[in-house]
């Protein structure tokens, strides 16, 4: 396919230390995951989902090991150059969805956009078009109280992709969801990936969100092994798109990105 892995994942490690007291967490993990490939990551409470997690997405750093993300090896970057590099190329899905309750629905997702040069027209006009592809339109200027659960999950996963990010990570996206907005987050989920070609790695510790990825993997006493109960994973659909050209939301978020770069 001649495309670079997303993630790659070199004899990883994570402890973390409480009073001189070593908790090892993570131990020496390799993995590879393809561009557009969508995982979910499963194990018991406590094994570390989380934490691996935080090391894919550049929220924390590993004890030893490399973790490289779409060519660049992020053990090598100075806190400012992750944290620049997080906004611009990582999407955050969380369980609380984590809305700012006194902002509008249009207003949380314009949030990422304001580290940006884009202008305030054009940020409202791209958290419009991302609230649109969650399927809000309507409600941008719903506050989160007046949004169902469901709804305030979706202003934030068009939150997490308004700065067109390659990498979408979630941590128990749908813990807090009764079934039906579950397999309503969970269709959005597999549309960013199959439609809008996100790789994405989600933590779940349901097996019916599992079985929508395309691959699962189980992380357990430190150690990450591939589901073989199911069949070859579906191959990453990023040629599909190519040929009827890109979504509308591309467009635009392109658009956008080369204004961007003029300035
Ligand atoms: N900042 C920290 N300091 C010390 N220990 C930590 C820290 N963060 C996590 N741990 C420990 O690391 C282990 C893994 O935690 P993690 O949150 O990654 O688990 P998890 O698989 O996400 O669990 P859950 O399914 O309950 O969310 C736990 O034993 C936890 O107590
Ligand atoms: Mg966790």
Request: proline share 6%.
């Amino acid at each position: 396919m001649g495309r670079p892995p997303a993630i790659i994942l070199r004899q990883v490690s994570k402890e973390y230390r409480r009073d001189q007291i070593r908790i090892p967490v993570l131990s020496r993990l390799d993995l590879t995951v393809a561009e557009g490939e969508f995982l979910a990551l499963m194990g018991p409470s406590g094994s570390g989902k989380t934490t691996l997690l935080n090391l894919i997405a550049g929220l924390d750093r590993p004890t030893s090991g490399e973790i490289i993300v779409h060519d660049l090896d992020l053990t090598r970057l100075s806190d400012s150059q992750i944290s620049r590099w997080r906004s611009d190329h990582v999407g955050f899905i969380f369980q609380t969805y984590n809305l700012i309750p006194v902002l509008r629905a249009d207003e949380n997702v314009e949030l990422p956009l304001l580290l940006t040069k884009l202008s305030r027209r054009e940020r409202r006009q791209r958290a419009r078009t991302a609230l649109r592809i969650v399927g809000l339109e309507g409600r941008e200027d719903h506050y989160p109280r007046q949004l169902s659960g469901g709804q305030e999950q979706r202003v934030a996963i068009a939150r997490a992709i308004v700065t067109d990010p390659y990498l979408l990570v979630a941590d128990e996206p749908t813990g807090d969801l009764d079934r039906q907005s579950a397999e309503e987050i969970l269709n959005l989920m597999e549309q960013l990936n199959r439609e809008f070609e996100k790789t994405i790695v989600m933590v779940t510790h349901d097996p019916n969100a599992a079985k929508r990825a395309t691959r699962i993997l189980h992380l357990d006493k430190g150690q990450l092994v591939d589901d073989v109960t199911r069949a070859e994973p579906s191959p990453p659909k990023v040629a599909e798109s190519a040929a009827s050209g890109d979504p509308p939301y591309v467009a635009d978020l392109d658009t956008a990105r080369r204004q961007e770069a003029r300035l």
